[in-house]
């Protein structure tokens, strides 16, 4: 028996999240983005455009309600970088949240606000046909 060739093709869907200081509370998972069930993430990442000011350290992570770390750790606040997501294949079989966590290294942090993008794939979804 021959493997089925699908010649249905889909593009990548990419949420975005922007975030500032005000939308988190240190150590509380915040719901930033809302998959259908059979996504699989792909890719993505985290990124600061105005650094986090806590008095010693800021750190964040990404994941979901099954895992708070699923697609990163430990990603400092205090920089503007980017830092990619670890994407692990992940099949949602439920609608689910993406979730931001922050801890905040202490103080009164007043400044802080970045972005987070989820590029996913849905299954049996196909936006083409590739010609034969």
């Known amino acids: 028996m021959a493997i089925n060739l699908d010649t ?16 988190l509370a240190s150590g509380v998972a915040a719901a930033a983005i809302k998959v259908p069930q059979g996504a699989t993430v792909i890719g993505g990442d985290i990124s600061f455009s105005t650094v986090f000011n806590s008095s010693s350290s800021d750190t964040f992570k990404v994941g979901d309600g099954g895992v708070t770390d699923r697609y990163v750790a430990n990603v400092s606040g205090q920089a503007l970088a980017r830092t990619a997501l670890v994407p692990t294949g992940f099949t949602y ?17 007043t400044t802080g606000a970045g972005t987070l993008r989820v590029m996913y794939i849905l299954d049996g979804r196909a936006h083409e046909v590739q010609p034969t």
């Open 93 to 109: 079989t439920g609608v689910d949240t993406i979730d931001i966590t922050w801890t905040s290294g202490g103080g009164s942090p």
């Open 8 to 23: 249905g093709r889909q593009y990548p869907l990419v949420a975005t999240a922007d975030f500032v200081i005000g939308d």
